[in-house]
């Protein structure tokens, strides 16, 4: 079992920056992957970033790259996301999930746990 919370939401204006955090804990971590998702209101969730608990190695889509960076603190468990840049679009309810292992990281079905969200509204 595994439990992630996030924190770090909030309103802020377009062109703006957002620093989310996850903190995760009940399991210890081998190859595995963190990644955020965000869903806005009537679409589907969307993948955002990854990244390899071991190597650090990380995944984008072209909507946010650029803009957004994933990082983790091994020793604290957490998972991170800064968010520069922020457009009206980036309106959502963020998600952290956890991945038992690295692999197709930008499909919902591939993570085992999530998170409850923390909602980012950007105001123009």
């Known amino acids: 079992q595994a439990q992630l919370v996030e924190s770090g939401g909030g309103l802020v204006q377009a062109g703006g920056s957002l620093r989310l955090s996850c903190a995760v804990s009940g399991r210890n971590f081998g190859n595995h992957g963190l990644g955020w998702f965000r869903q806005a209101p009537g679409k589907e969730r969307e993948f955002v970033a990854a990244?390899?608990?071991?190597?650090?190695?990380?995944l984008y889509p072209d909507s946010v790259k650029g803009r957004f960076t994933i990082s983790r603190d091994n020793a604290k468990k957490m998972v991170f996301l800064q968010m520069n840049s922020l457009k009206l679009e980036d309106t959502a309810l963020y998600y952290c999930?956890?991945?038992?292992?690295?692999?197709?990281?930008?499909?919902?079905?591939?993570?085992?746990?999530w998170g409850q969200g923390t909602q980012v509204t950007v105001s123009s």
């Open positions: 990244i390899n608990w071991i190597a650090g190695s990380t």
């Open positions: 999930a956890l991945a038992s292992k690295w692999g197709d990281m930008g499909r919902e079905s591939t993570y085992d746990y």
